[in-house]
């Protein structure tokens, strides 16, 4: 183990699970494709855009799914992300890469609501997201090689420890969306 807790290797390298070869869409900062990219270049380079998902489940009784990270995610492993996210594989598009996502890391199906895309910047890479809510009381069943579990939490007390709570990026800004969809509103959640 590093000093941050994180699975190492021999040469003391952060293992990971996730495959560095895997090929993403480049993209523009209009969202166009350009060319490929290689994950493990689009996670060091944040000139490399590239596409992700993130889905937010939000049960009948207001509680927001969220999915804790694996130690073993190239980034913010034991972070928690948006209920069920990933990226955009080369060739695939926003929808089926959510329905997908939400298959694997929950292992439920539920119809999904776009609330628009948001580009999202962090040190290690920038990506556009499609942000989608989804209603389902489950059962989940949280990926045992991609999560470290989840938990439920009700939107207010989400809203509340997002700056003790250690969040990807991307979660923190599909906060900043649902709560600025909540305000105009476009959008309502149960309570």
Request: glycine share 8%; charged share 25%.
């Amino acid at each position: 183990m590093s000093d941050r807790g994180l699975p190492t290797s021999s040469d003391g390298e952060h293992q990971t699970t996730d495959n560095p070869d895997e090929l993403f869409d480049l993209v523009n900062e209009h969202d166009e494709v350009i060319g490929t990219v290689r994950r493990g270049d689009a996670h060091r380079d944040p000139s490399q855009l590239h596409r992700s998902v993130q889905i937010l489940v939000v049960t009948s009784a207001g509680c927001i799914v969220l999915q804790r990270r694996s130690m073993a995610k190239d980034l913010f492993p034991g972070y928690y992300c948006a209920s069920a996210s990933g990226h955009v594989i080369s060739g695939d598009d926003y929808l089926r890469t959510a329905h997908r996502e939400l298959r694997e890391e929950l292992g439920i199906r539920a119809e999904l609501t776009s609330l628009g895309t948001a580009l999202v910047r962090s040190p290690q890479e920038t990506e556009w997201t499609a942000l989608y809510l989804a209603h389902s009381d489950g059962p989940f069943a949280f990926d045992p090689v991609e999560t470290a579990g989840g938990e439920l939490m009700p939107w207010d007390e989400l809203r509340a420890r997002r700056d003790t709570l250690p969040m990807t990026p991307a979660l923190l800004v599909a906060i900043e969306t649902v709560e600025r969809l909540l305000a105009s509103g476009a959008l309502s959640l149960p309570v």
